[in-house]
């Protein structure tokens, strides 16, 4: 599959705006609505597995075993890492138990002795949760013809979700199994159908798409509406097929710096929250303002460097390659011929 800049940005985007969800809570300035960058990750994440499997069909089994190593490593290091932080007294407030532990590590949903939400040790990693779960769903319709993947898929998230609206369950683990937000990832499919098949509307239609949704975004965070998948969710589907529907019509920029930061969106994502609490206490004497940008900054830098020095070179080991990282200039590299 070609690279998608439009994908790239968005997850660039996304994972930026995460950041300052975080960093202003720390400063006291709320950034509320970034926290819809989440949203637009599970409308990506949906889009990128149908074009994927699409383009390049793959068993059920190497599925779940490369996106499990896509997603397990840095994950399961950034929660080594909070674990090691909370024994030596940085994260006062975060308390542990082996149960809560484990489920963090093996992506079930589990109450935070801490809080008592469904967050792991390192609480962004709930999203995780349901990245893990989606993907299971999703081999299983892999199993099944390519045209009935997406009703597979569909039919799945649309019952659980059915029954949550209709149950109400009181158990916290089938309340998280039947919300709303995994229609977002049967969105991202839908779209990757309409992609592949180029029915997604002209590039004129597609920037006011964009419009729309980072207006309606805007609107949210500054009117202070209350907001969840069933107001973020439509606005994520709206700018996702709005910026590919630029992108196919041959009219967006090739922007480096921006694809960049969409690769290492995964590190930034993971790892942003232990640099603002470094940044909390270094620079906490700051005005608000400044002490958000200094966040978002360190936050961004914290996450560039976790994926160059750690994600990208052990995803380049788990190929069986290395990356130019460990190359050291010691003799000629061998030509890749593979």
Not at 246 to 256: F, S
Request: aromatic share 12%; charged share 10%.
């Amino acid at each position: 599959m070609p690279t998608l800049y439009s994908i790239q940005y968005l997850r660039a985007l996304a994972a930026l705006a995460v950041v300052v969800f975080h960093a202003g809570e720390r400063s006291g300035l709320h950034f509320t609505i970034g926290a819809a960058g989440v949203d637009v990750f599970f409308v990506v994440s949906g889009f990128i597995m149908m074009a994927i499997s699409d383009s390049r069909p793959t068993a059920p089994a190497s599925f779940l075993r490369n996106r499990f190593l896509r997603i397990a490593p840095s994950y399961w290091a950034a929660t080594v890492v909070m674990l090691l932080g909370a024994a030596i007294g940085l994260f006062p407030n975060l308390q542990l138990t082996l149960v809560h532990t484990l489920a963090s590590f093996l992506f079930i949903p589990a109450q935070s002795p801490s809080s008592g939400e469904m967050w792991p040790v390192l609480v962004q990693g709930w999203t995780l949760n349901y990245e893990i779960f989606f993907y299971l769903v999703f081999a299983a319709a892999l199993a099944t013809r390519p045209g009935l993947r997406l009703p597979v898929l569909a039919g799945v998230f649309c019952l659980l979700t059915a029954c949550g609206l209709l149950l109400h369950p009181e158990s916290p683990l089938l309340a998280f199994y039947t919300a709303p937000v995994l229609l977002e990832f049967v969105a991202g499919a839908a779209i990757a159908k309409l992609w592949a098949r180029g029915a997604l509307p002209p590039a004129a239609v597609g920037a006011v798409l964009v419009i729309l949704a980072v207006g309606g975004f805007a609107a949210i965070q500054i009117l202070q509406m209350e907001f969840g998948p069933w107001t973020c969710g439509p606005l994520a589907i709206a700018l996702v097929i709005g910026a590919l529907s630029v992108e196919t019509r041959g009219r967006l920029p090739k922007l480096k710096a921006l694809a960049y930061l969409g690769d290492s969106s995964y590190s930034i994502y993971l790892w942003h929250t232990f640099a603002i609490s470094v940044a909390l206490k270094a620079a906490a004497f700051l005005p608000p303002s400044l002490f958000l940008g200094v966040c978002v900054v360190v936050g961004t830098l914290a996450g560039i460097i976790a994926y160059e020095g750690f994600e990208r070179p052990l995803q380049f080991l788990l190929r069986g390659k290395r990356s130019s990282l460990w190359r050291l200039p010691l003799r000629k590299p061998a030509p890749d011929r593979s």
